[in-house]
């Protein structure tokens, strides 16, 4: 299982079952790889998007082709006012194996927040309250999408 940090885009070594082989691309996008007697995958990562391929298909036709991308972006109103300080949490809740990720963010004064690269897969995020979940929302992220979302919660009624 490898385990990549979104916010610097590179696989997180303390983490993970680090990868055998490592190569980085040419100035033409090139890379070269030994032959492995195993079935391999290759997993890359780049700011423009990211691909998880079987090796012999990239032996066969010799290209990959990067996936895009997606972003979410928001506000978090608490009783109708941003909220400030915030932490939210990203889990992925399809299977994306072998690859795992946590994606973080901590909302502004203006209670706003930004996911910049999310995989295109079906995602939860969470509002951590103090080690408890306040609110949550499955998302289901297309390549290259932006969503925009309005999360919080009003204060509970009160009964007299």
């Given amino acids: ?35 492995s007697p195993e079935q391999a995958q290759i997993f890359v990562l780049h700011e423009s998007g990211y691909a998880l391929v079987d090796a012999s ?26 909220a400030n300080g915030v932490q939210l949490e990203l889990i992925q809740s399809s299977d994306f194996r072998p690859i795992e990720y946590r994606l973080l963010a901590t909302t502004r004064v203006d209670g706003t927040f930004e996911f910049k690269y999310v995989p295109a897969i079906s995602e939860t995020i969470c509002e951590n309250n103090g080690g408890q979940s306040a609110t949550s929302k499955r998302l289901s992220i297309k390549p290259g999408q932006v969503v925009d979302l309005e999360l919080g919660h009003s204060p509970a009624s009160s009964q007299p």
Avoid at 3 to 9: C, H, K, M
Avoid at 61 to 70: P, S
Avoid at 74 to 80: F, I, Q, S
């Fill in 1 to 35: 299982m490898t385990i990549f940090d979104l916010v610097r885009l590179a696989i997180n070594e303390n983490l993970s079952g680090t990868a055998q082989l490592r190569a980085r691309t040419d100035a033409g996008g090139k890379f070269k790889l030994p032959p």
């Fill in 57 to 82: 298909s990239v032996q066969k036709n010799g290209e990959i082709t990067l996936t895009a991308w997606a972003r979410i972006e928001g506000t978090v109103r608490h009783a109708g006012k941003p």
